[in-house]
C-alpha cells in the first residue's frame, strides 16, 4: 500500500532519513519506535508530504506521488493524520471541527457531515461533546476528537504521530483504547509511539530506527523477546528500566 525506496531526507547537514527501504501492507498495523531524533516522525510525516524529501520515492497503491498541490492533495484525502499536539481549531466546536474537511474536500452536505461526525464521537466516547469547544476539554479528549476528524474523511491509513505523547499519563489509556478499536476493526495504522506495552499488543509489526536508519522490522514477539540488534537491545532495556 505504501513503499518507500531509498528514501533520504536531510535539514542542512544532519541526514534524518538515511536510505530508508520499507512496505508497509494494507489492513497492517505497524508500531514505528526507537531513540528520541532517531527519524520516527519525519519518516511518518514523509508519507503525506508534510516532509518533502531530498532523494529516493515514494509510492501509494504502486503510484509514485508527485509534488504538485493537486497531487498532494489528492493524496492526503486518504490519509487520516494524527498530531502530537491535537490541532483542532479552537473557535470552532467539536462538530465543526469535524465536519469541516468533509464538506469543503469531500462535498457532503452540512447535514450529511454533521451526522457523520456525531456517529463518530459516539464511537470514540464523545457523544454529549459536540458541541463543546476544545479548549473545554481534557486533553485526552481533544486528542479523541483529533482522531474522530481524522476518520471523518474514511481514509484507506491512518498515520498516528505520537498520539499519546503530549497527555498526562491518566488520559493515555482512553486516548489507546480508541486506536486499539481501529485496529481491531482492520484498518491499515502506521503509529509512532513510545507505548511499548501498547505496541506488543496491537501491533502486526515492530519498526525499529536509530540514526535515520530501520535497524529490525519485524513481527511484537520477536522484537520484545529476541532483538537481533545491540540498538535494540539497549532501547528495550531502557524502556523497562524506566
Same mark, same amino acid.
Request: proline share 0%.
Given at each position: 500500500m505504501i513503499e518507500f525506496k531509498n528514501v533520504t531526507k536531510r535539514f542542512g547537514t544532519l541526514t534524518v532519513l538515511n536510505g530508508i527501504s520499507l512496505s508497509f501492507h494494507q489492513g497492517e498495523v505497524v508500531v514505528i519506535c526507537g531513540p528520541s531524533g532517531s527519524g520516527k516522525s519525519t519518516m511518518l510525516r514523509s508519507i503525506n508530504r508534510l516532509?518533502?524529501? %531530498?532523494g529516493g520515492s515514494i509510492a501509494i497503491d504502486g503510484r509514485v506521488v508527485g509534488t504538485t498541490?493537486?497531487?498532494i492533495k489528492a493524496m492526503r484525502q486518504r490519509m487520516g493524520f494524527v498530531f502530537q499536539h491535537f490541532n483542532l481549531f479552537p473557535h470552532l466546536s467539536v462538530t465543526e471541527n469535524i465536519c469541516l474537511a468533509p464538506i469543503?474536500?469531500? /462535498?457532503?452536505s452540512r447535514d450529511e457531515a454533521k451526522d457523520r461526525a456525531a456517529r463518530l464521537l459516539k464511537r470514540v &466516547?464523545?457523544?454529549?461533546? &459536540? %458541541?463543546?469547544y476544545p479548549g473545554c476539554l481534557s486533553g485526552g479528549q !481533544? !486528542? *479523541?476528537v483529533a482522531i474522530a476528524r481524522a476518520l471523518a474523511m474514511e481514509p484507506p491509513v491512518m498515520l498516528l504521530d505520537e498520539p499519546t505523547s503530549a497527555l498526562d499519563p491518566e488520559m493515555v489509556g482512553e486516548v489507546l483504547a480508541v486506536v486499539r478499536e481501529?485496529?481491531? %476493526?482492520?484498518?491499515t495504522l502506521l503509529c509512532v509511539t513510545h507505548e511499548m /506495552?501498547? #505496541? *506488543?499488543?496491537v501491533a502486526d509489526r515492530i519498526v525499529f530506527m536509530a540514526d535515520g536508519k530501520v535497524i529490525e522490522d519485524c513481527d511484537p514477539d520477536q522484537f520484545f523477546t529476541a532483538p537481533r540488534s545491540p540498538r535494540a537491545r539497549a532501547?528495550? #532495556?531502557e524502556v523497562r528500566r524506566a
Open positions: 516532509e518533502l524529501i %531530498d498541490a493537486k497531487e469543503h474536500l469531500l /462535498g457532503l &466516547g464523545l457523544a454529549e461533546k &459536540g %458541541d463543546t !481533544q !486528542q *479523541r481501529l485496529a481491531q %476493526d482492520g484498518m /506495552g501498547f #505496541a *506488543r499488543e532501547f528495550l #532495556a
